[in-house]
């Protein structure tokens, strides 16, 4: 009889087993599919509009390849170098790599609420939160830093979890090497790194910072940092420069008030619940007390964010940790019958409003037609991530538009100029995003490189222009009539859809510099 029971128990435990394997296959096969989902989004919609204003700068840093460049460390560089290598070089091309990115930030979101201790629901709920984050949306459409910063924060923090839940201090070798991989791709993570030491240090997860591990993992993120470090030294600290000018023009414009605003609008209005939910399950929770240092984390960085102004895409990344948690809020309340209901319509409406406010951040509606569609909710969402003047298009937009034209209507402008001149002639522009399209469009027109005073252009000098013939973009009528021995208006770049400051703006052809160019050049550096 006893070994009839043990026979059954053991059946028994081996039909859970499988049962619990197969539903860890069936939520992972759906976390991969909310996954493709959101990669095959960014993937049709990547050849519309044009390339934006900092990928023309990351282009051209990845053919000035060094170990930083004034507002950025390497990595990003490093990338657009590798993607310059392919046959085609085109939009389509520099933007897989941000949609992988995105996607990969999906499947983690969903993976942490699996560590956690969620369910299927739970997983899916937290993965679809990301994935209808509107700021994910914007940022996951363009080559930029930002993309690879919130893996490298979301990728972080599933580490510290499974760290905590399996106590493993060991894994401090693995955070310390995706923290230094994030220093050299945006200097800002130092700022998640911080609220997490904060965090810990504020509950008894303490002891997890008194290891070995922890300090040979904190070795290997400084061992990332630290080239970029000897390059700032070696170049006159440019970075701290950069930083230190970073609110003239770059502060978010929002109150407190509307930082919150902001936030609940930019990730989701339908993903309130779910992070307040994960605010919820760290602070008062017997189940998410171990992990309470993300709630810490998140509450140090909001307040840390609003009051340097910081950009309001600046805390996004911090948002999956509290979706993971939230999820299993929200998991356990519409599994109670008479809230189950709940259950379709949530999921119905979190779907409907991420499709609803994809267009108003990524390139899908013609741009003919964006005013009026964006019209129904509010013109640009209200929302405004700089000190700049936007016309039709928001900014994220719109600095997709007007840099071939632009190219175009130098390369005529160049082209009229006599032969000699021709040759002595360099293209002189007030910001990168005006140099980075001269450089990238301008092999089509036989122009030469152009030379700048803004960020990493100016560490990258005048080259070999002597100033004899300069053709200048973007800077004032009066500025270079006392430079130069002649200034004339060539022509006059206009866009339709393109920034205002990019608009009507007149080329003038500047003949002979009265003051060599290597003298003078310092007197062009701006960093912001």
Known sequence: MAVYMDSRKSTSDSLKKLISHQTLLSSTALLIYLALIKFLAHLVTSGNYGFFRDELYYIDAGQHLAFGYVEFPPFIALLAALVHT????????????????????????????????????????????????????????????????????????????????????????????????????????????????????????????????????????????????????????????????????????????????????????????????????????????????FGWAYVILYVLFTISRAKLYFLAPAYPMLFAAGSLVVGRFVSKPRWGWLKPTYISLLILVGLLLAPIVMPILPPSIYGRVTAIVGGNAGIKVENRATGTLPQQLADRFGWDTMTATVGRVYHSLPKDEQAQACIFTENYGEAGAIDFYGPQYHLPQAISGHNSYYLWGPGTCTGEVVISIGYPFNTLQTAFDSVTQAAMITCVYCMPEENNLPVYVCIHLKTPIQTIWPNVKHYD
């Open 86 to 293: 392919i046959p085609g070089n085109s939009l389509v091309a520099y933007h897989i790599l941000p949609a992988i990115a995105g996607a990969l930030v999906v499947l983690l979101t969903g993976l942490m609420a699996r560590e956690l201790g969620g369910g299927r629901f739970a997983q899916c709920l937290t993965a679809l939160a990301s994935l209808a984050a509107i700021t994910f949306l914007a940022i996951n459409s363009l080559f930029s830093m930002d993309s690879f910063d919130e893996l490298w924060w979301v990728l972080m923090a599933y580490i510290l979890i499974r760290l905590i839940k399996r106590d493993q201090p060991r894994l401090w070798l693995l955070f310390g090497l995706v923290a230094g991989i994030g220093l050299m791709t945006k200097i800002t993570i130092l700022m998640f790194g911080f609220a997490l030491v904060a965090g810990l240090l504020l509950t008894p997860q303490r002891k997890y910072l008194l290891n070995k591990w922890a300090w040979a993992g904190g070795t290997i993120a400084f061992a990332f940092l630290l080239p970029y470090i000897l390059w700032n030294a070696a170049n006159g600290w440019p970075t701290l420069e950069f930083w230190s000018t970073y609110t003239n023009g770059h502060a978010n414009p929002a109150s407190a008030l509307g930082f919150l605003y902001q936030q609940v609008l930019t990730m989701n209005p339908l993903t309130l619940p779910l992070w307040l939910a994960g605010l919820y399950y760290y602070f008062f929770t017997q189940a998410g007390k171990p992990y309470r240092v």
